[in-house]
Every structure is written in structure tokens, then in C-alpha cells.
């Protein structure tokens, strides 16, 4: 099978496909970036046992509430200036080198003040301080609780996982239990983001 064409079986709809990778097949992590590169089209990511998890283009209810998320934070961020906000597109190279892309994520400026150019082009060498994931239809919920508990581990102060169909979140902070909320209306991040406020009833119901 060629690197560049991996193709993902429509039956499988949302659900990732994970390749696991030979030992002659392992690549570093410039020849990763460059394989994502190749197949835009997908979303591509690499777990800290070097697996690669590829996952199809979302549908239509969720990629209009991802980009009402990333659209929140990103309009906090503009008033702010403290840190920049990512969307899904955004690759983070984290401490056990595992490869992610959250769907919304923040860093703080003085962070990413310290990266080269040649490194803020490529997957960030950093882990993002606070992330966001959205759960699809096809998601399994405890997979992405063991993403976001990835990482807070890997450095990441807080993460909510955000799950519509049962309208509740997730909410993971360093070195304390996994907190869930049932049906909030606003979410606040705290110190970390200060004055920063999900409007969830833009989450709940899918405005089209």
C-alpha cells in the first residue's frame, strides 16, 4: 500500500483506521509531517507507540460546532493577547511523542515566543495549555478521555471534552479526578483564560 493514497472505507464512516508501522517502516518525525502534507484530505495523527491514526472528514453537525468552538475562543483570543488559539489543522508534537491535533487549542505566547520559525511551520514542539476535543456521532468516549487525560500528562492545564449527544462535558485538570458537568449552559476556564466563556447553547443545537 502506498504511503500517500491510504484509503479509508466509506462503511467505516467517522471511525479512525489505525495502521500499526513495521520497525523498517518507523520515520521520523519530519518524514510524518511531510506524509500528513501529502494527504490533506485526512487527518492524520500518531499515538506515543508510533501508530498512525487516521480519521475521515467530519460530518456536517460537527463541523459546524467545531467551528463555533474555535470561533469563541478565537474571538476571547483576539481581545486577550495572552496566548494564540489553533484550530483541528494544527499538529502538536507532545513530551512521549505522540503526534496530536486537537479540535480547538490554546497556547500561551510566551511559549511559542521561544520556537524558531522553521518549528512554528511544522507540528508544534510544545503541548498545547488548554484543548478542546468534540465528540462526533462515531466517537468512543473513552478513547478521547484517554486523549485528553494525554494531555494533561504531557503538560496541558486544563481540556474539556465536549460530548453533544448527551450534552454534557468532560472536564480534566493536572492531578484531579476528571470532573463531568451534565447539560451546562457556560463554561469559564478560570486564571488560565481569564474572562474566556463557552457559550454552550451554540453547542447543544446545530444552527442550520
Known amino acids: 500500500m502506498s504511503l500517500n493514497s491510504v484509503v479509508v472505507n466509506e462503511n467505516s464512516a467517522m471511525a479512525p483506521l489505525v495502521l500499526h508501522w513495521p520497525p523498517s517502516l518507523q520515520i521520523v518525525n519530519e518524514q510524518f509531517f511531510d506524509f500528513c ?3 490533506k484530505e485526512l487527518r492524520i495523527e500518531r499515538s506515543a507507540l508510533g501508530d498512525c491514526e487516521i480519521m475521515a472528514p467530519t460530518g456536517g453537525e460537527t463541523g459546524w460546532r467545531n ?3 474555535a470561533a469563541q475562543l478565537y474571538n476571547w483570543t483576539e481581545q486577550d493577547q495572552s496566548g ?5 489543522s494544527t499538529g502538536y508534537t507532545l513530551p512521549n511523542g505522540a503526534i496530536r ?3 480547538v487549542s490554546w497556547v500561551k505566547r510566551t511559549r511559542l515566543s521561544a520556537l524558531t520559525r522553521e518549528q512554528k511551520q511544522r507540528f508544534l ?9 468534540l465528540r462526533s456521532p462515531s466517537d468512543s468516549i473513552k478513547n478521547l478521555q484517554d486523549k485528553m487525560q494525554e494531555y494533561i ?8 471534552l465536549v460530548d453533544p449527544e448527551n450534552q454534557q462535558v468532560f472536564v480534566f485538570h493536572p492531578q484531579v479526578s476528571m470532573v463531568i458537568i ?14 474566556f466563556k463557552l457559550d454552550l447553547h451554540k453547542i447543544w443545537g446545530v444552527g442550520f
Open 37 to 39: 502534507q501529502a494527504n
Open 67 to 69: 467551528l463555533s468552538l
Open 84 to 88: 494564540v488559539a489553533f484550530d483541528s
Open 101 to 103: 491535533s486537537p479540535d
Open 125 to 133: 514542539p510544545v503541548c498545547p495549555d488548554f484543548v478542546i476535543e
Open 153 to 160: 500528562e504531557n503538560g496541558a492545564s486544563l481540556g474539556w
Open 182 to 195: 451534565n447539560k451546562p449552559e457556560f463554561l469559564q476556564a478560570g486564571e488560565l483564560l481569564a474572562g
